[in-house]
Nanobody, 122 residues
Protein backbone atom coordinates (compact mmCIF):
# COMPACT_ATOMS: atom_id res chain seq x y z
CA UNK A 1 0.00 0.00 0.00
CA UNK A 2 1.12 3.56 -0.72
CA UNK A 3 -0.07 6.71 1.02
CA UNK A 4 0.34 10.07 -0.67
CA UNK A 5 -0.16 13.45 0.99
CA UNK A 6 -0.15 16.66 -1.04
CA UNK A 7 0.50 20.11 0.37
CA UNK A 8 1.35 23.59 -0.79
CA UNK A 9 -1.83 24.62 -2.55
CA UNK A 10 -3.47 27.98 -2.02
CA UNK A 11 -4.59 31.24 -3.55
CA UNK A 12 -2.18 33.24 -5.68
CA UNK A 13 -2.42 36.08 -8.15
CA UNK A 14 -1.78 35.55 -11.83
CA UNK A 15 1.94 35.58 -12.52
CA UNK A 16 2.74 34.25 -9.08
CA UNK A 17 4.27 30.97 -7.95
CA UNK A 18 3.41 28.01 -5.77
CA UNK A 19 5.31 24.89 -4.83
CA UNK A 20 3.36 21.69 -4.30
CA UNK A 21 4.75 18.76 -2.35
CA UNK A 22 3.80 15.10 -2.46
CA UNK A 23 5.05 12.99 0.43
CA UNK A 24 4.89 9.24 -0.13
CA UNK A 25 4.76 6.54 2.51
CA UNK A 26 5.11 2.87 1.75
CA UNK A 27 6.27 -0.10 3.81
CA UNK A 28 6.86 -2.78 1.23
CA UNK A 29 6.39 -1.36 -2.25
CA UNK A 30 8.92 0.50 -4.36
CA UNK A 31 7.60 3.57 -6.14
CA UNK A 32 9.15 4.07 -9.56
CA UNK A 33 7.18 6.99 -10.96
CA UNK A 34 5.17 9.90 -9.60
CA UNK A 35 2.85 12.15 -11.52
CA UNK A 36 0.86 15.31 -10.95
CA UNK A 37 -2.62 15.66 -12.36
CA UNK A 38 -5.26 18.36 -12.05
CA UNK A 39 -9.00 18.68 -12.34
CA UNK A 40 -10.79 21.95 -12.85
CA UNK A 41 -14.52 22.35 -12.12
CA UNK A 42 -16.60 20.77 -14.84
CA UNK A 43 -13.58 19.31 -16.60
CA UNK A 44 -11.93 15.93 -16.74
CA UNK A 45 -8.75 15.23 -14.82
CA UNK A 46 -5.68 15.92 -16.92
CA UNK A 47 -2.01 15.05 -16.81
CA UNK A 48 0.36 17.81 -15.71
CA UNK A 49 3.82 16.34 -15.15
CA UNK A 50 5.58 13.15 -14.12
CA UNK A 51 8.99 11.99 -12.99
CA UNK A 52 10.88 8.74 -12.82
CA UNK A 53 12.27 8.28 -9.32
CA UNK A 54 15.21 6.19 -10.48
CA UNK A 55 16.61 8.10 -13.42
CA UNK A 56 14.91 11.44 -12.97
CA UNK A 57 13.33 11.40 -16.42
CA UNK A 58 10.51 13.94 -16.64
CA UNK A 59 7.50 14.66 -18.82
CA UNK A 60 5.21 17.69 -18.99
CA UNK A 61 1.90 18.62 -20.53
CA UNK A 62 2.29 21.20 -23.28
CA UNK A 63 0.18 23.66 -21.29
CA UNK A 64 2.74 23.85 -18.46
CA UNK A 65 6.07 23.40 -20.25
CA UNK A 66 8.49 26.17 -19.37
CA UNK A 67 6.41 27.22 -16.35
CA UNK A 68 6.23 24.12 -14.12
CA UNK A 69 9.11 21.99 -12.89
CA UNK A 70 8.79 18.57 -11.29
CA UNK A 71 11.59 17.35 -9.05
CA UNK A 72 12.26 14.72 -6.42
CA UNK A 73 14.00 14.20 -3.11
CA UNK A 74 14.39 10.45 -2.88
CA UNK A 75 15.82 10.60 0.62
CA UNK A 76 12.60 12.19 1.83
CA UNK A 77 10.29 10.25 -0.51
CA UNK A 78 8.92 13.56 -1.69
CA UNK A 79 8.15 14.94 -5.13
CA UNK A 80 7.70 18.64 -5.79
CA UNK A 81 5.90 20.65 -8.43
CA UNK A 82 7.23 24.18 -8.76
CA UNK A 83 4.65 26.28 -10.55
CA UNK A 84 5.71 29.67 -11.90
CA UNK A 85 3.96 32.25 -14.04
CA UNK A 86 0.62 30.90 -12.91
CA UNK A 87 -2.47 31.67 -14.97
CA UNK A 88 -6.15 31.65 -14.00
CA UNK A 89 -6.60 28.59 -16.19
CA UNK A 90 -4.22 26.70 -13.88
CA UNK A 91 -6.92 26.82 -11.21
CA UNK A 92 -7.79 23.25 -10.25
CA UNK A 93 -7.44 20.58 -7.62
CA UNK A 94 -3.98 19.11 -8.04
CA UNK A 95 -3.48 15.41 -7.35
CA UNK A 96 -0.31 13.47 -6.80
CA UNK A 97 -0.20 9.91 -8.10
CA UNK A 98 2.34 7.13 -7.74
CA UNK A 99 2.98 3.79 -9.36
CA UNK A 100 5.27 0.85 -8.81
CA UNK A 101 5.67 -0.04 -12.46
CA UNK A 102 8.71 0.89 -14.50
CA UNK A 103 8.49 2.36 -17.94
CA UNK A 104 6.44 5.13 -19.46
CA UNK A 105 5.45 8.10 -17.33
CA UNK A 106 1.92 8.43 -18.68
CA UNK A 107 -1.07 6.86 -16.88
CA UNK A 108 -2.28 4.60 -15.47
CA UNK A 109 -1.24 5.23 -11.88
CA UNK A 110 -2.42 2.98 -9.06
CA UNK A 111 -2.14 5.24 -6.01
CA UNK A 112 -3.61 8.70 -5.55
CA UNK A 113 -3.54 11.46 -2.97
CA UNK A 114 -6.52 13.47 -1.79
CA UNK A 115 -5.63 16.57 -3.76
CA UNK A 116 -4.79 20.17 -2.95
CA UNK A 117 -6.62 23.22 -4.26
CA UNK A 118 -4.77 25.78 -6.37
CA UNK A 119 -6.61 28.98 -7.19
CA UNK A 120 -5.11 31.64 -9.44
CA UNK A 121 -6.88 34.99 -9.44
CA UNK A 122 -6.76 37.37 -12.39
Amino acid sequence: QVQLVESGGGLVQAGGSLRLSCAATTRTLIIHRVGWFRQAPGKEREFVAAISLSGGRTMYADSVKGRFTISRDNAKNTVFLQMNSLKPEDTAVYYCAADTRLGVLMPPYDYWGQGTQVTVSS
